[in-house]
């Protein structure tokens, strides 16, 4: 029988980025983003900043910090399994004021932060476990980014390196976020 098991934290499962867009040694700002759907606990929600350069025009991506559904390979009925595998990047389309205009991603800015402080997020990452044993909403697919984000936000207020009223009120206004489609 083969089991797909949660892998978290291997370095197997990192995926190389600075081939993409290398992370600089400068102060930017942290984001909570949110990519909303029809209803707000389907939003995806991560924690990025923008990488690829020295300087804001030249930064052409988002390093992403976020939980992803591992596959099941095997058994479709198996419990959904979440897991943080590394960041993420992606480039930018047309977002600079915060905005993407394709899908309604609206970003909450956190602070602004040094290359140190933006590795030690993705170090908490790395120890940020879902509870998919406590029946609540941590297991539900529509709530596990928020749950996961949520508590990873949390450590990062706990490790000093954001405001202790960043992380509320980025939650209370990314609550707030949906979209209709008409």
């Not at 940020?128 to 044993?133: G, K, P, Q």
């Amino acid at each position: 029988m083969i089991e797909v098991t949660n892998k978290q934290g291997q370095p197997e499962l990192s995926a190389p980025t600075d081939w993409l867009a290398f992370d600089y040694d400068v102060a930017t700002p942290v984001y909570l983003v949110v990519e909303p759907s029809p209803d707000a606990q389907g939003s995806r929600w991560s924690i990025a900043w923008r990488v690829g350069g020295q300087t804001d025009d030249k930064m052409t991506a988002w390093c992403y910090i976020s939980v992803d559904l591992l596959p099941a390979l095997v058994d479709l009925d198996e419990p959904l399994q979440y897991a943080y595998t590394g960041p993420m990047i992606k480039t930018v389309l047309d977002d600079r004021y915060g905005v993407s205009h394709a899908g309604g991603v609206r970003r909450h800015e956190l602070c602004t932060m040094t290359l140190a402080q933006r590795q030690v997020i993705q170090r908490l990452a790395e120890t940020t476990h879902l509870d998919s044993t406590s029946g609540n909403s941590e297991a539900e697919p529509r709530g596990a980014s928020q749950a996961w984000v949520t508590k990873l936000m949390n450590k990062m207020s706990n490790a000093g390196l954001t405001p202790a009223t960043a992380a509320p009120n980025a939650v209370a206004a990314a609550s707030n976020v949906s979209i209709s489609y008409a």
